[in-house]
């Protein structure tokens, strides 16, 4: 079983960034596909980022390319989510996710195996 902590959500004003890190204990961090999404009030769960055991590869959602990175440190066990140029827009609860299957270009949330609790990101305007 895989637990994941997410961590760095906060307040910002819009323009501004935050790094929101999810650490991983319980299993091996590098047999997983690991993806950042985001809820926000009244929608649906959608993805955001995601990249393979290795890093070699990502995933971004179209609304964040260029302005998010999805990074790990198998090494810490943890994943990274840069958030630069944050609009209102973003504002939403962000989730960690693990997956064993390598298919990164699969990105419903029923394909993701394990979750975080949540860390709520507020853009201010």
């Known amino acids: 079983q895989v637990q994941l902590v997410e961590s760095g959500g906060g307040l910002v004003q819009a323009g501004g960034s935050l790094r929101l890190s999810c650490v991983a204990s319980?299993?091996?961090?590098?047999?997983?596909?690991m993806g950042w999404f985001r809820q926000a009030p009244g929608k649906e769960r959608e993805i955001v980022a995601a990249?393979?055991?290795?890093?070699?590869?990502?995933y971004y959602s179209d609304s964040v390319k260029g302005r998010f990175t999805i990074s790990r440190d198998n090494a810490k066990n943890t994943v990274y989510l840069q958030m630069n140029s944050l609009k209102p827009e973003d504002m939403a609860v962000y989730y960690c996710?693990?997956?064993?299957?390598?298919?990164?270009?699969?990105?419903?949330?029923?394909?993701?195996?394990?979750w975080g609790q949540g860390t709520q990101v507020t853009v201010s305007s």
């Open positions: 319980g299993g091996t961090f590098t047999s997983y596909t």
């Open positions: 996710a693990a997956k064993a299957s390598s298919f990164i270009g699969i990105v419903t949330t029923t394909s993701y195996d394990y």
């Open positions: 990249i393979t055991w290795s890093g070699s590869r990502t």
